[in-house]
């Protein structure tokens, strides 16, 4: 019986770090926009556009 060496041991891999024990950032107090007064437009105040008066390019005479 000739004895023939079992091919040695690989190395294990090097442990993968979890991805769930990566600090992440704590999320802070996130400054919120404060709803200020926004100035709505008021209704009777907005221009429209009379009809009639919208200006047309006259063709001038040759």
Do not use: A
């Amino acid at each position: 019986m000739i004895y023939i060496p079992e091919p040695p041991i690989p190395m294990p891999d090097p442990p993968i770090p979890n991805p769930g024990t990566v600090p992440q950032p704590i999320p802070g107090p996130v400054p919120e926009p404060i709803p200020g007064p926004v100035p709505e437009p008021v209704p009777g105040t907005i221009p429209q556009t009379v009809p009639g008066t919208i200006p047309q390019t006259i063709p001038e005479p040759v």
